[in-house]
């Protein structure tokens, strides 16, 4: 009678680590595309099981668009991409009612918001109105046209990014929406050895359209997603690693070098992407140093610097890194 009570449980155990082991192999099948961006590859599988949207930043030509493809490849989803632009209109994005001459009816014509993953690129060059078009469904997971609602699909991830060193005819993110994405992550420039072996498959004959070619396939999909979503929900947080979380929250509001700090929803969500790394980890509780981790690409676009500080040439990942040096860990 114990044996058959304890074989559930055996099972849950045994397809949580099936499950882990899916989204792990991801990062190899996403390697098959792109070289040497496995740390984003990390924190986009995080934003998905934390159901979080993610920032990427990185200069052009450091496969922002071929990283989110070989992603969606990976994991058996359907992706789009939105090239932002200053004309494009809150109903290019979301979609629109649309006359039928035959019926004469207006019927609704999905947007390219109706996929798993969105990847919104340049999002800082639309005008706010079209930026904010995403805000409801970034948050609410569904697309209000006419009075009526319309869910997104299931998972729902938004992957917008930014060049960071070009503002000339932009629209920088405002606070509000800045803090409904769980993740900023920064795409560095390849090293030596990563850039060379770049060239060297562009040389064998590598072509960045034909995924398949590359020999990218899907290894896990919704329901795996969906079984690690579960798993990571049971991860077990000690009341001094939520103590030591709100701790560094409160730190960068009494930073001087900070105009804003962090709001409670970037306590949180540090907590949930915490989680999420330790479940990815092999552990079923988070430690100070899966805070640690998450902290930077949690906590750096919900901080402003003082306009003294941006002048002296300040850096709010350091500012970040100060405070993480400060705050004492639960021990």
Request: aromatic content about 4%; overall charge negative; proline content about 8%.
């Amino acid at each position: 009678m114990s044996e058959q009570g304890s074989s559930p449980r055996v099972l849950d155990h045994m397809d949580h680590d099936s499950a882990r082991q899916s989204l792990l192999d991801v990062r190899h099948e996403v390697a098959k595309a792109v070289v040497g961006q496995d740390a984003t590859v990390t924190g986009l599988l995080i934003a998905l099981l934390s159901q979080g949207h993610v920032l990427l930043e990185g200069v052009p030509g450091v496969a922002k668009t071929l990283l989110v493809r070989a992603l969606s490849a990976a994991l058996n989803l359907d992706t789009k991409r939105v090239q932002f632009t200053p004309d494009l209109m809150p109903g290019d994005v979301t979609g629109s009612l649309v006359y039928d001459s035959h019926t004469s009816e207006f019927t609704f014509r999905e947007g390219p918001v109706f996929t798993n993953i969105l990847l919104a690129d340049e999002i800082n060059r639309t005008p706010p109105k079209t930026q904010a078009s995403l805000l409801e469904a970034m948050e609410e997971r569904q697309v209000s046209v006419d009075g009526v609602s319309r869910p997104l699909p299931a998972p729902f991830l938004v992957a917008a990014t930014q060049n960071p060193v070009e503002y000339e005819g932009t629209y920088p993110l405002p606070e509000a929406q800045l803090d409904r994405f769980l993740l900023k992550l920064t795409m560095p420039l390849p090293g030596r050895q990563d850039e060379m072996e770049v060239i060297r498959r562009h040389a064998a004959g590598f072509d960045p359209r034909d995924l398949t070619a590359a020999g990218v396939r899907a290894v896990a999909g919704p329901d795996e997603l969906a079984r690690a979503r579960q798993a990571v929900a049971s991860v077990a947080v000690d009341p001094e690693i939520i103590a030591y979380i709100v701790d560094l929250v409160r730190a960068t509001r009494a930073a001087p070098s900070f105009l804003l700090g962090v709001s409670p929803r970037g306590a949180t969500a540090l907590l949930n992407t915490s989680r999420s790394w330790a479940w990815l980890s092999g552990r079923g509780f988070v430690t100070p140093d899966d805070v640690k981790a998450l902290a930077l690409p949690c906590l750096r676009h919900r901080v402003a610097l003082q306009p003294e500080a941006q002048m002296d040439g300040v850096r709010v990942d350091d500012v970040l890194g100060s405070i993480l040096a400060s705050v004492p860990v639960p021990r």
